[in-house]
């Protein structure tokens, strides 16, 4: 038992630490500042290429992860080759599945200008071929031949027709022979009719002949039409390819290292070559009805277009991408719509890329949380990596009732090194329940929330606080500021030793205390300033605390500063908001009767306990069992409760107070109420650290503040929390004016002599404890219990035994 002097209560931070005057005359500081373990793990990962060696970043939020891997990755990359740009041409053999096309650095955008200024060349010089004299010459030339010789074939037949009584006559549904007569006229039906038989048979034979030597003609004639076409398109390609020809083959010569592209620009010349209508000046069509317009059909040149999906022309090294929104279209890419008449229609100029792309050869940056609340993200990132390839895929196509007809994008090779950031608890959830996790993310850079409160620590805390005073343009802080901060960082570490690296948090408390300064009308930003705003801060945030103190005050929660009792005491919780946590007092009470129920705690009866806090009641019921039971069992019940709880209540930094009535209420020895205490215990009375410390101590301080300071009032704590000790000044001046102590304890039975101002008492070794002593009261009472319930066993065999001579 220790009661404890102001300079165990609160580490200053001493300003000969400090070799200036204000941050003015400090150099900027762009190192990470206590992440030790985190940079080595973060430079092993990233300098590792194998497979499965991506990195999650874990840590509390405000610790400087995504900062640190921004200014880690950009340094690291900068040293690092610059990928290659990808595009997609159209697939002219499989018109649904567009092909990737890998190029040097800025080169995709140079192939898709060649491509653009080629497209427009030939859509202005092919037609000037076909309007040439050259052309039409021979295109004359081998239209009149081919209508030469079929003439030739049906003059020969109508002569040798007429020769034999026949003519050749145009119908409307094609040539035919029929007979004539002297003067040239049809032979009539009637006329054929009256002619003898031996006649008919003659005609009928030479007409046969004659339409067999017909119907070859005509398949000549047929076969002659389409040999004049193809030679027209042979001549047409041939006039075009003086054209198409050499500005391909400029093309293939500038790109030949590239065999993709020369098998495309191949396929391209084909394809103009046999899509030379789309280069002839279209004629405008006459409406079919005069109050309609017919809209002017262009012919499309999209297909030999190139889609350019990533340009690296202006990256230097390797590209960091940061996806703050990780949707799957987001990271995948997607294949884009548009609306013509009603139908949704596409095509491969409408694939857009996504981050993986852009971050293809180089690092991908997620935040995992957000990776795993976007529908197929996670898997289909996994996938990916696994399988080292990217698609571009309709992620919703398995889900429609009908299938439908899209692109089939070529997959393009990945190669990225994957960065997850996150909390603990998404790192050990995926690492447990995630076997492909477990593969493909290897890498774990822990970042630390606190740091060592050592003089180079310090300094390079300092050193951070100028560099954020110069980027935001704050005022400068002198030593005085600089040094609060230092303090107030140690509180948030809850440790005197430790130094906070959440440098989030510090950073609003450097803005709100810049705010006070110029509120002020200062040039520096001072210790009071910085106090000020915590202050303020805490103003703006206690609403609630406030409320129970009053509650308090009112009587509504009772809660006694003065006096003692039997068998009650004053706990201490800390209520956590979330961005505020406070201490509350909480008035515990217990009850000894005869019985054997033992130890009840009545929240666990009302299912209002918590696991660990049943423990604890658990430990206590050991406890007294180890101090009273040495010689013959127990016999007792007891009942202990937080009055006026009504919520749960967990943990088990109650246990000392608890135990304190028991034994008060078991002893009969009042307990002081101006003295609350906060500590866990184990099975042996050895009192245990607790979290909340200072929290817990300040809110019985201001308690007793308003209630009025005697000095007598107090609180007790583990001696193993005294380093966790960081307390407002109030508390500080308070107990340097003695009118408020904090005492720290290793033992129960030095909390049982603060509060009842008698001593605990030792066992001898007959089991007994030394007359005047707590627990020789205790075990008194314990013994009058027993003896009471002996006797009622024995009065009740009598009982039995009577009922029985009466039978």
Same mark, same amino acid.
């Given at each position: ?20 005057? /204000? ?14 373990? &985190? ?11 194998? /497979? ?144 003898? $038989? ?140 548009? #609306? ?12 857009? %890329? ?38 571009? $895929? ?7 009732? #009908? ?27 995926? @690492? ?6 477990? $593969? ?23 050193? !951070? ?21 230092? $303090? #107030?960082?140690?509180?948030? &570490? ?18 709100? %205390?810049? @705010? ?9 930003? /001072? ?41 009650? #005491? ?9 961005? @505020? ?12 009767? &005869? ?39 127990? /016999? ?106 904090? !005492? ?34 205790? %075990?008194?009472?314990? %013994? ?24």
């Amino acid at each position: 038992m220790k009661k404890l002097e102001v300079h165990d209560l609160y580490r200053e931070c001493s300003l000969d630490l400090f070799n200036f005057n /204000t941050t003015d005359e400090l150099q900027d500081f762009k190192e990470t500042i206590g992440q030790e373990r &985190a940079i080595r793990s973060l430079d092993f990962g990233l300098s590792l290429d194998s /497979t499965g060696f991506n990195i999650f970043i874990l840590g509390e939020h405000g610790t400087g992860k995504m900062t640190t891997v921004r200014s880690f990755l950009y340094q690291k990359a900068l040293g690092e080759p610059v990928p290659s740009d990808w595009c997609y041409v159209y697939n002219f053999a499989d018109p649904d599945s567009p092909l990737a096309v890998e190029l040097e650095p800025g080169y995709a955008v140079i192939f898709q200008k060649d491509m653009d200024e080629t497209i427009k060349i030939l859509r202005t010089e092919i037609p000037k071929v076909f309007e040439s004299k050259e052309y039409e010459k021979q295109r004359n030339k081998i239209i009149d031949e081919s209508q030469k010789r079929q003439r030739q074939l049906f003059e020969a037949l109508e002569q040798e027709a007429q020769e034999k009584g026949f003519s050749l006559r145009k119908t409307v549904s094609g040539l035919i022979l029929v007979p004539i007569k002297k003067n040239n006229e049809p032979l009539t039906e009637e006329e054929y009719e009256s002619l003898d $038989e031996r006649t008919r048979k003659k005609l009928d034979e030479i007409g046969k002949s004659l339409q067999e030597k017909l119907n070859d003609i005509v398949r000549v004639a047929r076969e002659g039409e389409k040999t004049l076409k193809e030679q027209l398109i042979k001549l047409e390609k041939e006039a075009a390819l003086s054209s198409v020809g050499h500005l391909i083959e400029d093309l293939k010569n500038k790109y030949q290292k590239y065999e993709k592209i020369i098998a495309y620009l191949d396929a391209v010349k084909e394809d103009i070559l046999s899509h030379l209508d789309d280069f002839k000046i279209q004629e405008e069509q006459s409406p079919q009805l005069p109050f309609m317009k017919v809209p002017k059909s262009e012919p499309i040149f999209t297909r030999y277009t190139v889609n350019v999906l990533v340009n690296n022309k202006e990256c230097k090294g390797a590209p960091c991408v940061f996806e703050s929104n990780p949707t799957y279209y987001n990271l995948f890419g997607r294949i884009e719509h548009k #609306i013509q008449y009603g139908i949704a229609i596409t095509d491969f100029s409408m694939i857009k %890329a996504g981050s993986l792309h852009k971050a293809n050869g180089g690092y991908l940056v997620v935040n995992a949380l957000d990776l795993l609340r976007n529908l197929f993200s996670y898997d289909a990132l996994k996938r990916a990596v696994r399988n080292k390839e990217l698609k571009i $895929e309709d992620v919703w196509e398995q889900y429609r009732l #009908i299938s439908t007809t899209t692109l089939k994008p070529e997959a393009i090779p990945l190669n990225v090194k994957v960065i997850l950031i996150g909390n603990p608890y998404l790192y050990y959830l995926l @690492y447990n329940l995630d076997e492909d996790y477990r $593969e493909l993310f290897k890498v774990k850079a822990d970042f630390e929330n606190r740091m060592d409160r050592t003089d180079e620590n310090i300094q390079k805390y300092a050193l !951070y606080i100028a560099t954020i005073c110069r980027e935001e343009k704050l005022l400068p802080f002198d030593k005085t500021g600089i040094s609060k901060v230092i $303090e #107030i960082s140690s509180r948030i &570490a809850e440790n005197q030793n430790k130094l906070s690296v959440k440098f989030s948090e510090i950073a609003d408390i450097l803005r709100e %205390a810049n @705010y006070w300064a110029i509120k002020s009308d200062s040039k520096l930003v /001072t210790r009071e300033h910085v106090q000020k705003a915590m202050d303020e801060k805490v103003y703006r945030t206690n609403k609630i605390e406030e409320r129970i103190r009053e509650l308090i005050l009112d009587g509504t929660l009772i809660v006694n500063t003065e006096g003692k009792k039997i068998g009650q #005491i004053n706990g201490l919780a800390v209520l956590d908001l979330g961005d @505020y946590s406070f201490g509350k007092p909480s008035r515990i009470s217990a009850r000894i009767y &005869a019985g054997k129920a033992g130890v009840v705690n009545i929240e666990r009866e009302t299912k209002m306990s918590g696991k660990i806090h049943e423990k604890a009641i658990l430990i206590i019921t050991h406890f007294l069992g180890s101090r009273f039971a040495v010689k013959k069992p127990i /016999t007792l019940s007891a009942s202990i409760t937080f009055e006026q709880l009504y919520d749960m209540v967990e943990g088990d930094s109650a246990s000392c107070a608890e135990l304190c009535a028991l034994l008060s209420s078991l002893s009969g020895v009042p307990l002081k109420q101006n003295i609350a205490i906060t500590g866990s215990m184990d099975q042996n009375g050895e009192v245990q650290p607790v979290g909340g410390i200072n929290e817990k101590i300040e809110g019985f301080f201001d308690l007793c503040k308003i209630k009025g300071l005697d000095g007598s009032h107090g609180v007790i704590i583990p001696s193993r929390n005294v380093k966790n000790l960081m307390l407002k000044q109030e508390v500080l001046d308070a107990v340097m004016a003695g009118k408020f102590s904090i !005492y720290s304890i290793d033992s129960i039975d030095g909390a049982i002599e603060i509060m009842t101002d008698m001593p605990a008492g030792e066992m001898r070794e007959d089991g007994t404890y030394p007359e005047g002593t707590v627990n020789y009261l205790a %075990a008194k009472r314990l %013994a009058e219990i027993d003896e009471s319930m002996q006797k009622k066993k024995d009065k009740d065999k009598e009982n039995n035994k009577e009922e029985k001579k009466s039978d």
